[in-house]
């Protein structure tokens, strides 16, 4: 267990409304990243911190914007969520011996 | 083709040997990752292996890696009915901000 929540586990939303998930670290760990998964694709990531206020894109961002304003928190925004958005995002963090560890997941259903 | 690709599915039977099968493309990563997901779950890091090794055993798991034909493989002596899950083969890439996944093998293990 490497100390990571992710916040809400499951939420429903309307297409068009934003939506904010969070993810919390205990463990000053640096590098902090946000995955969706969807079936037949694994996981893509979506944005990573390398840390405060340094972000990054990844291979799926359209659509997507993060903020780390601390150290223990990276939020991902979906600024106007469209069905497409529709899976599981999962956050992870990277230890220092360089492996990823992630957090239980946040279902996310746009109708 | 895909960065890393992995079958869908695998059944076996209980005390049976699992062999999961990956392919990936980049050369330049350091390690190559195996990771488990039940249901509901997040990703809970198996095992891995330096990409200057042939095979590493951990227990009931053994991983190896042909870095000519840049493919992985897991072996799990001994499948249980709680080996049943998602595995996947991960491949971090030169940087390790550039995590490719799999799409993910399940295993289905009958008593």
């Known amino acids: 267990d490497a100390g990571i929540t992710q916040s809400p586990r499951h939420k429903v939303t309307e297409t068009g409304t934003p939506v904010t998930l969070r993810c919390h670290q205990t463990e000053n760990h640096r590098y902090m990243y946000w995955y969706r998964q969807d079936p037949g694709h694994g996981l893509r990531l979506i944005h990573y911190s390398y840390g405060v206020k340094d972000t990054d894109k990844g291979e799926v961002s359209d659509g997507y914007s993060v903020s780390r304003s601390k150290t223990e928190d990276f939020l991902l925004t979906l600024e106007s969520a469209t069905s497409s958005q529709t899976s599981v995002y999962f956050c992870a963090i990277r230890s220092s011996g360089d492996e990823q560890y992630f957090g239980p997941g946040t279902r996310l259903t746009v109708t | 083709g895909e960065d890393v690709e992995q079958s869908l599915f695998l059944s076996v039977r209980e005390g049976d040997s699992s062999v999961i099968n990956c392919t990936y493309t980049?050369?330049?990563?350091?390690?190559l990752y195996w990771y488990k997901q039940e249901p509901g779950a997040g990703l809970q890091l198996l095992t891995y292996i330096f990409s200057n090794m042939d095979m590493k055993q951990d227990q009931r798991l053994t991983v190896l890696l042909n870095k000519k034909d840049k493919h992985l493989s897991l072996r799990i002596a001994d499948t249980q009915t709680g080996d049943s899950a998602i595995y996947f083969c991960?491949?971090?890439?030169?940087?390790?901000?550039?995590?490719?996944f799999g799409a993910g093998t399940r295993l289905t293990v009958k008593p």
């Open positions: 980049d050369s330049s990563s350091t390690y």
């Open positions: 991960a491949d971090p890439r030169y940087n390790n901000n550039d995590m490719r």
